[in-house]
């Protein structure tokens, strides 16, 4: 149940970058061209997301190493939306490949993050 809630943190950000971006209006025309936008946004956004449920889940990755990874993504995907979004150069949307080129690393690093964490807390209980 949990990976619902992981998956959809992108959905936010999709929705929020749709937005912005137009004059927003109350028309049908408005509102499909938003829909689209933001079905492209998402898989655009969410694909390191779904890349990362679908491995730990096929290899079984403990709570920890897998939550660890989401957060390390939702942590990129949010320092990269915030830099480009506080950019007013055309070339911005190339900070985009950061997303995508750190997120192994970032998954890794949460994985590793996630689990100590989760180590921690059993020596603790114990």
Request: glycine letters at 8%; proline letters at 2%.
């Given at each position: 149940?949990?990976?619902?809630?992981?998956l959809?943190?992108?959905?936010?950000?999709?929705?929020?970058?749709?937005?912005?971006?137009?004059?927003?209006?109350?028309?049908?025309?408005?509102?499909?061209?938003?829909?689209?936008?933001?079905?492209?946004?998402?898989?655009?956004?969410?694909?390191?997301h779904?890349?990362?449920?679908?491995?730990?889940?096929?290899?079984?990755?403990s709570?920890?190493?897998?939550?660890?990874?989401?957060?390390?993504?939702?942590?990129?995907?949010f320092?990269?939306?915030?830099?480009?979004?506080?950019?007013?150069e055309?070339?911005?949307?190339?900070?985009?490949?950061?997303?995508?080129?750190?997120?192994?690393?970032?998954?890794?690093?949460g994985?590793?993050?996630?689990?100590?964490?989760?180590?921690?807390?059993?020596?603790?209980?114990?």
């Open positions: 149940m949990y990976y619902l809630a992981h959809a943190l992108p959905a936010f950000v999709a929705l929020i970058m749709a937005v912005s971006g137009t004059q927003i209006e109350l028309s049908i025309s408005w509102v499909t061209r938003i829909t689209e936008k933001l079905a492209e946004l998402y898989m655009i956004f969410a694909a390191p779904w890349i990362w449920a679908a491995i730990s889940g096929h290899f079984e990755a709570k920890g190493a897998t939550v660890g990874g989401f957060i390390g993504l939702h942590l990129l995907l320092l990269v939306w915030f830099l480009v979004a506080q950019s007013n055309s070339h911005a949307a190339n900070g985009w490949f950061i997303y995508f080129l750190g997120a192994p690393i970032v998954i890794a690093i994985v590793v993050t996630g689990r100590y964490v989760a180590s921690w807390k059993t020596r603790q209980s114990a």
